[in-house]
């Protein structure tokens, strides 16, 4: 079982890595993979060179349009796709980008459960995000003892399929 950890990165310090690490290390504990998007990134020596703010700001739009698209959207959307399910951290980094919330979208749209860790009170949690989701957690604790009970995951996976195929069968 892997799951894709989504939140901010382009507005988060070091990229998200530092929930991430963390994250990771107590989903191994409780034998569970990771696609961390950062790796992926930092791995990438294409996209660690290139001056994405530089580009962003100087009006350089067609060579940022393409780094975004080749870069960010095929790693995230690949990344989902080989991931069984998506943990999401919700937070101020969040708010700002835009990123994380495709990758809310893509996972529902692929009948990957979503499982939200936040700390804002549900009303500041958008109401399209909570459609989306799985389950929601106030931290990162709540959540690993949550999916330490690993048929309550597969039955999870089980439930998001018939889930979107309940309100977008015809659509997709």
Do not use: C
Not at 112 to 130: A, C, D, H, T
């Amino acid at each position: 079982m892997k799951f894709y950890l989504s939140g901010g990165m382009e507005y988060k310090k070091g990229l998200g890595k530092t929930w991430r690490d963390n994250i990771t290390e107590e989903l191994s504990k409780v034998d569970y993979e990771v696609f961390n998007p950062v790796l992926q990134e930092l791995d990438d020596e294409e996209a660690k060179s290139y001056n994405w703010k530089e580009n962003k700001l100087l009006a350089n739009l067609d060579s940022y349009r393409h780094m975004v698209r080749a870069k960010m959207f095929v790693k995230d959307m690949v990344g989902i796709q080989q991931s069984n399910a998506v943990v999401l951290l919700y937070d101020e980094s969040v708010q700002r980008g835009a990123g994380t919330l495709a990758e809310a979208w893509e996972a529902f749209r692929e009948a990957k459960p979503l499982y939200i860790i936040s700390q804002f009170s549900r009303e500041n949690i958008p109401g399209w995000l909570i459609g989306e989701s799985t389950a929601l957690f106030r931290t990162i604790s709540d959540f690993i003892e949550y999916v330490s009970n690993k048929d309550r995951v597969r039955a999870d996976v089980r439930q998001a399929k018939k889930v979107r195929d309940q309100y977008l069968g015809e659509i997709y």
